[in-house]
Every structure is written in structure tokens, then in C-alpha cells.
């Protein structure tokens, strides 16, 4: 089954958690810790590529070359971040081709105007409905499977909730598979300075004012709730976007302290052990097994006449 198909699959049986990948390593580590889709975060191919903040400095054929790597990795299928689209109509239209080339199995392209912002930045605005439309009709006309999924983001929470209600149901009655409404503000407020409950009613209050399948906008679940809450709420797809990355940086930052600190790495493992302290391990993670077999099938003829 084309990995096009199987996320079709997976969204009609219920709400996709995806687990967010920044690189073909962290897309490894999700399918084997049994994660049936990923989400390849703009954030996260940004820091880990450029180390860079999240600010559109990627082109289009940098994003579509790694998620390529990615999509190669694994066995599930991934839904990209492709920001704007990289350019104008013409542009968005060739990147959703690239994609599909890529072995992607969907995208989602928001209506930011230029230069793009990551929603936990300040500078953020949004192109006219006019415009957004046409960005999405390019994304829409250039697939040439049926099954590639395009979901239309918007940051429009940047004028009002209602706009972003607005633009989310255009967004759907022109053909988009999937919105994803931002609501970093309500009603003049962070929406993460909200306590959980009201977080999650804001959520259940933009789901059901929207006419079709909702991604979340990619945090995790309010505090003390699970995705589960976000299941019943009525997302149709969420991702943990940032948690892989800020986990790997974490564990990075306290290894080179600890290293620079004690000259050694030791103390370090002894309190964070785990299957990959060993590289062997790692390597396996990344198809080791595969790769000897395959060196060992087109070898071995070599090997008998030696």
C-alpha cells in the first residue's frame, strides 16, 4: 500500500497521533516504539539542519531532499510541514510534486504572509483569504495522487478566533482534506496562559464551529489531560511537533557539559543508560540487520570463489 493510502487508512479509523521527526533517526525511533504515522516538524528539520530558528530560511529542494531521507527510513507514513509553500503559486505547485516524489504522504501549507514566523515567535500575519485560496487551489491542482493528503493551515488567530473559523471552513469548502486552525491567542490571551480546562474548551469550541476534519496545532495535550481528551474533544490528527527535538537536546547539552566537566562520559551513562549507549544498538535501530543481509546477498557469489 502506498504510503498515501495508508494514512487515508489510518485517519478514517480514528484520530492519528503522529510522533514529531526531525531526521531519518528520530523517524526510526518512532515506528519502532510502535508509532503508525509521523509528522515532520518545520521546527525541528530547521534547528537540527541549520541551527537555525524557525524562520522559513530552508528552501524548498533542502525540505524535500531530508524528507525524502526520512520517508526511505520507515514504513509509516509522514505528514511534512511546508510552510508557505516556498514562493508563489507556481512554486507551491511544484512542491507539492517534490513531495509526492519524496514518498510523503501528505503536507500542510499555511496562508503566512512572508517572512514566515513559527507561531511561538512575535511578527506573524496572514496573506487575504483571496490569496490563501489561491496558494491552496495551486496545492490542490498539482497532486497527482488522489490519496496525497493537503491540509490547509491558518495562523489568521493573529486577527480573531472567528477569522480563524472563517478561513478554516473556506479552507474546507474548496477542497482542502484537513485544516489546521493556530489558536496560539483567544480573546486577547496566550492561549497556553489558560488554565487546561479552558484550553481544552476552546478546542472543543473551535472543532465544533469548524465543517471538517481538524489538526491540532501541534502542542501537547493541556496539563493533565492525554490525546485520548484531544480523541474525544474531535481532532483528526495531532503530533507532539517539538518533544523529539527538545528531548535530544536535552540529553545533548547534558552530555557535553558532563564530558567537559569530568573528561569522560561515563558518569553520564551511569545515570542515563539506556539500549543506545551501546552503538551497536543504534546501528541496528537504523536497519543494520537489512543492510548485512542485503551486502551478504549480492556478496556472496564473491565470496564462494575467493
Not at 47 to 63: C, H, I, K, R, Y
Request: charged share 20%.
Amino acid at each position: 500500500m502506498q504510503m498515501t493510502a495508508k494514512l487515508r487508512a489510518e485517519l478514517a479509523q480514528g484520530m492519528v497521533v503522529g510522533a514529531g521527526c526531525f531526521d531519518a533517526l528520530s523517524a526510526r525511533l518512532a515506528q519502532l516504539a510502535g508509532f503508525r504515522a509521523i509528522h515532520m516538524t518545520g521546527l525541528g528539520v530547521e534547528a537540527s539542519q541549520l541551527g537555525a530558528p524557525d524562520l522559513g530560511l530552508l528552501s524548498m529542494t533542502e525540505v524535500c531532499t531530508h524528507a525524502a531521507r526520512m520517508a526511505e527510513a520507515v514504513d509509516i507514513p509522514i505528514l511534512a510541514d511546508i510552510d508557505t509553500g516556498f514562493g508563489g503559486v507556481l512554486n507551491v505547485g511544484r512542491t507539492i510534486r517534490e513531495m509526492e516524489r519524496a514518498g510523503i504522504a501528505g503536507v500542510h501549507i499555511e496562508d503566512q504572509a512572508l517572512p514566515k514566523h513559527c507561531p511561538l515567535l512575535a511578527g506573524r500575519t496572514v496573506v487575504s483569504r483571496e490569496d490563501a485560496v489561491d496558494r491552496l487551489k495551486a496545492a490542490l491542482d498539482a497532486r497527482t495522487d488522489p490519496n496525497f493528503v493537503i491540509v490547509a493551515r491558518t495562523d489568521a488567530d493573529t486577527i480573531s478566533f472567528d477569522e480563524v473559523v472563517e478561513r478554516a471552513n473556506l479552507f474546507l469548502a474548496e477542497g482542502a482534506d484537513m485544516v489546521m486552525p493556530m489558536i496560539m491567542h483567544v480573546d486577547g490571551k496566550s492561549y497556553f496562559s489558560l488554565p487546561p480546562d479552558e484550553q481544552l474548551a476552546w478546542s472543543r469550541k473551535l472543532i465544533g464551529a469548524i465543517d471538517g476534519p481538524v489538526m491540532n496545532m501541534g502542542g501537547s495535550p493541556p496539563p493533565g489531560y492525554t490525546t485520548d481528551d484531544l480523541a474525544e474533544v474531535g481532532y483528526a490528527f495531532t503530533m507532539y511537533a517539538a518533544s523529539a527535538l527538545s528531548a535530544a537536546a536535552n540529553a545533548m547539552a547534558d552530555l557535553f557539559k558532563s564530558i567537559r566537566e569530568t573528561g569522560s562520559d561515563v558518569s553520564y551513562f551511569a545515570t542515563q543508560a539506556g539500549p543506545y549507549t551501546n552503538p551497536l544498538e543504534l546501528m541496528r535501530a537504523a536497519r543494520l540487520d537489512h543492510f548485512v543481509a542485503l551486502e551478504t546477498k549480492y556478496t556472496a557469489g564473491l565470496k564462494s570463489t575467493t
